[in-house]
């Protein structure tokens, strides 16, 4: 059962060798890596050049001009062949090197499932083996009572984004939810709970750098609900507080 992850890139020098290393150290192998550079002015695109040969053709990779975040992950599903696809960030990197083989067992064992989610590890920008915060996911509930997947830790087979669609590129903030609310909520999609997790996520993402973005990601999330004519009270950026700071204590 082939796997593709997707990794995109811009100026991602300083983080993306350790990316790359955690997919490569993979002891599962049917592993498709597909990275999508945002024509980057760094060191990015030498690092990727260096890992091809080491990756045996199981790596390929483009370097082009997007529109962002969610339009380069569009991108890669789009080059993607694998009957599983998800995402690692360029600043995160897989928790250990069995953590594709677990997802993959979770698909075998589960023949009915259309998706695995786990749980992450929050952790240090500058030292990944010290952890943050713990996000356990735990299994489905409401989204709009504040639950929903980590999204780095989401795979899904490939075949529902060709039934669903891929990221909704009129969310700049919060596309990545609204793909999974969308999924999950107003598709029914079968949803498997794998309760481990599966990624380091380096602390400071796009999303949660500042207030403003945290507000505009916010307002994001209520319009998605909205556009998927699912019912959700204007508490609902209270609800979705709520487990965040549940994190410091797990």
């Known amino acids: 059962m082939k796997i593709s992850l997707i ?3 811009f100026n991602s020098g300083g983080t993306l060798r350790d990316t790359i290393q955690s997919v490569l150290s993979q ?13 980057s002015q760094d060191k990015t695109v030498d690092i990727i050049k260096e890992y091809v040969p080491l990756f045996q053709g199981r790596l390929k990779w483009i370097s082009e001009k ?24 360029s600043d995160d990197l897989l928790a250990e090197s069995g953590v594709i083989g677990k997802v993959i067992d979770c698909f075998k064992d589960h023949k009915d499932i259309d998706c695995v989610y786990a749980d ?5 920008q500058h030292d990944t083996s010290k ?8 299994k489905q509930r409401s989204f709009s009572k504040g639950w929903h997947p980590a999204h780095p830790t989401f795979y899904v087979k490939r075949d529902i984004y060709s039934k669903y ?23 029914h999609i079968k949803t498997f709970y794998l309760p481990e997790p599966l990624v380091r996520m380096r ?16 307002i994001e999330c209520l319009n998605a609900f909205r556009k998927n004519g699912i019912p959700v009270s204007v508490l609902y950026p209270f609800y979705r507080l709520l487990p965040k700071l549940k ?4």
Do not use: P
Request: charged share 20%; with cysteine; aromatic share 14%.
């Open 27 to 39: 002891t599962y192998l049917d592993i498709e890596y597909i990275i999508v550079d945002g024509c």
């Open 66 to 89: 997007d529109n962002g975040l969610y339009d380069a992950m569009n991108k890669g599903f789009k080059m993607a062949t694998g009957e599983i696809v998800g995402i690692i960030n």
């Open 203 to 218: 602390l400071g993402g796009t999303t949660s750098k500042n207030l403003t973005n945290i507000r505009k990601g916010n």
């Open 247 to 250: 994190q410091y204590f797990q």
């Open 165 to 187: 669609g891929l990221f909704d590129l009129d969310f700049k903030f919060a596309a990545d939810f609204e793909l999974m609310l969308r999924l999950v909520e107003k598709e």
């Open 131 to 138: 952890i943050v915060r713990h996000w356990i996911t735990g």
């Open 120 to 124: 992450l590890y929050y952790v240090s």
């Open 7 to 9: 990794t995109v890139t």
